[in-house]
Structures are given as structure tokens and as C-alpha cells.
């Protein structure tokens, strides 16, 4: 046996031996593309916590001002945490302008439903859409994978800080980095009748 | 691998057909990313993201003659990205037991050496091993996924056997 071929077989052996997914893991991870969803991030960035709290102290500090009865001068509103909060499940808007592409400069819609599934429905001269995305709900963290199929190509689902007051939902940026889908989502959505 | 040829099955439903072959797959494409990305986590994250696209475009992909080389295409081309955005990260993964320290059998130590060594090579060094080592895959598979041609892959394939061979040396060395 040459020292190539003694080489190749270590090799070959010792790659042969790195472990696999089990069947019940295998089975875990079809549940979650045929339900379209995106994993959960395993891998925080280390500043990640750093930025769920600032999320978590930005939502504390504008839920008040988004609430409908909210008046300045009136009694300091309490706010309230986002997990005892209903959850973001349902149809909602916002109006959004200053866009870097024109044409989305308008109302979107967003529908989340109760398995994950999100859907886009962009004003009308909207010349990118979405293809349908997933999102997952993880505590007071919501995370999208809208437009990864052409904007938001090659890049990581983006992670938000979410909280819900009445029927405004509010969405604050943890980790994302497609600058369209952030500029997109981030915001107060109001919910639709 | 031996599903290339699975294609739709007569009588079987998209979700049906799409299922049989991601539990077939899947976690021979894990095991692949696994090599490229030194980290099992992430392997898992990105062969998910592969397979959710699969499943986007599987009626016309399970018509191809290869699905399983389409989504190791689509998978190998996100680690590459992965390992791009994260170049400046430490690479402290290289360092970790690959096997997670389970000593499924002996000599532990050797294959640990081993796959901690392919780690140190460069993402498409360590693609390259995988396919050809790993999987097993003709050199002109290898070259075909990885958009190169055959006698590139050669070339490539000699150069890293003989980085590994000095890491290996290294790494033996001290014991």
C-alpha cells in the first residue's frame, strides 16, 4: 500500500465515522421543510443577547406610544411584556415610503397564519415579490425568510424583536442582514379588520 | 446515495415522493456539510435551508436525473457563503471533537486528528475530500458539483492530500 492510498483510506475512515442525523432527528428536520420553516438560529451571534435586550427595552419604550388611547400629558401608561401579549398571528398592514426601490412605496400586507407561513401582499407596482416565506415565533423573537429566494439571497432569515399592543404590532430589528426586508418590516403593523 | 434515480415515483405524491428522498438524503447531505462548515449545527441549518428550496422547485427537479446532486449543488454553495461571512470569525470549531466526544470506537484519537486536520483546509479543499473521500463520488461528479473540471479537481484533490499530510504529521508529532 502506497503512503496516498494508506493517506485516503485514514481518511476515508475517519470522515465515514463522523455521526449522522438519527431518524428521529431526520424526521424533525422534514416536519420543518414541508412546513417551510427555517431552523431556529442554533448559533447566536454573541452579541445577539445584547440586542434581544435592547429590542426587548425599545418595544417597553414605544409600545406606550402606539397604543390608541396614548396622549401626552396623560398618566404614564404601563408597559406591558410581550409574552403575555397575544400572539402575531393574523392580517397586517403598514404604509411604507421612502423606499429605495419607488415602487414599494406603499400599503403591504402581511398575513401570518398559525403554521408558519407567512404571506406578502405588496402595493400594486411592486416589481419584487415574495414567494411565499416562513417565520417562527421563538419567545418575544420572530424570525422571516422572506425574499430569500431573490433579494434576500444567500443570506440568513432576519431576526426581530416583536410585541404586540391592542391592535398594533411592533417589529424591532435583532439580526438582520437584508437591508430591503429590514427596511420592510421594521415598524409598527396595524392589524387588518 | 443511490436515489439519484428515484425521480417521482409512479403513483406516489409530490410530498410523498419529496419525503422518501429527504429521509434518504438528508443526513448524507448533513454529514457532508459537516466536513465543510466544522460545525454540525450549522450543517443542519444550511442542509435545511437546501432542502427547503428542494421542496420549492421539487416537481421539476425530481424530474432531473440527479436531485441529489442539485441539492448538494445548492447546499455546498451555501456553506461556501456561510463560511465567507463568518472568514473573520476564530476558528475555534476546528478545534472541537467533530465526534462530540462519544468515542463511538477507537482509535478515537487518530480519526479526531484526522477530521480536526481537514478542518484547517480551506472550505472547498474540505468539499472536495468530502465528495471524493467521503461519498465516494467519481472525480467527474466531484468536478460537475463543484463547477470545476476533471483535471482541476485532480490537481486540487493532490494539493490537499499533501496539506493534509503535513497537518497530520504536525498533529502526530508532539505525541
Known amino acids: ?193 | 446515495m443511490g436515489v439519484s434515480h428515484m425521480s417521482k415515483a409512479e403513483g406516489v405524491g409530490d410530498e410523498d415522493s419529496f419525503a422518501w428522498f429527504f429521509t434518504a438524503e438528508y443526513p448524507h447531505v448533513v454529514r457532508l456539510l459537516s466536513v465543510v462548515l466544522r460545525d454540525r449545527a450549522a450543517a443542519e441549518d444550511v442542509a435545511q435551508e437546501a432542502f427547503v428550496r428542494l421542496y420549492r422547485h421539487w416537481a421539476k427537479v425530481s424530474r432531473y436525473e440527479a436531485p441529489e446532486a442539485w441539492v448538494r449543488r445548492v447546499a455546498l454553495n451555501c456553506a461556501f457563503s456561510v463560511r465567507r461571512r463568518e472568514a473573520r470569525r476564530v476558528d475555534r470549531e476546528a478545534m472541537v471533537d467533530p465526534f462530540g466526544g462519544s468515542g463511538l470506537r477507537g482509535p478515537d484519537t487518530e480519526r479526531t486528528d484526522i477530521v480536526r486536520a481537514i478542518r484547517k483546509l480551506p472550505p472547498r479543499d474540505r468539499a472536495l475530500i468530502g465528495l471524493y473521500h467521503l461519498e465516494d463520488r467519481p472525480v467527474a461528479d466531484v468536478a460537475d458539483l463543484l463547477g470545476m473540471r476533471a483535471g482541476a479537481v485532480k490537481v486540487a484533490l493532490h494539493r490537499a492530500r499533501r496539506r493534509l499530510a503535513v497537518l497530520l504529521t504536525e498533529a502526530e508529532v508532539p505525541r
Not at chain 1, 483510506?9 to 470522515?15: C, D
Not at chain 1, 401608561?77 to 401579549?85: E, K, R
Request: hydrophobic fraction near 45%; aromatic fraction near 6%.
Open chain 1, 1 to 193: 500500500m502506497t503512503d496516498d492510498m494508506h493517506l485516503d483510506a485514514r481518511v476515508r475512515g475517519a470522515l465515514q465515522d463522523l455521526p449522522m442525523p438519527s431518524e428521529p432527528e431526520t424526521a424533525q428536520a422534514l416536519r420543518a421543510v414541508l412546513d417551510h420553516r427555517r431552523p431556529l438560529p442554533r448559533r447566536a451571534a454573541m452579541w445577539a443577547p445584547l440586542a434581544a435586550a435592547a429590542a426587548v427595552v425599545i418595544i417597553a419604550v414605544l409600545i406606550p406610544l402606539l397604543r390608541p388611547d396614548s396622549h401626552a400629558g396623560g398618566p404614564a401608561p404601563v408597559a406591558v411584556s410581550p409574552t403575555v401579549l397575544p400572539g402575531v398571528e393574523g392580517t397586517w398592514w403598514h404604509d411604507v415610503s421612502g423606499a429605495t426601490d419607488a415602487s414599494w412605496n406603499g400599503r403591504w400586507v402581511m398575513t401570518l397564519n398559525d403554521r408558519g407561513v407567512m404571506a406578502l401582499v405588496p402595493p400594486s407596482r411592486a416589481t419584487q415579490v415574495s414567494d411565499g416565506a416562513a417565520y417562527a415565533v421563538s419567545g418575544e423573537q420572530i424570525r422571516v425568510n422572506a425574499f430569500v429566494n431573490d433579494l434576500c439571497s444567500e443570506m440568513p432569515a432576519g431576526v426581530f424583536g416583536w410585541a404586540r399592543a391592542g391592535d398594533r404590532l411592533m417589529l424591532v430589528p435583532i439580526s438582520e442582514p437584508c437591508p430591503d426586508r429590514k427596511d420592510l418590516f421594521t415598524g409598527a403593523w396595524s392589524k387588518s379588520p
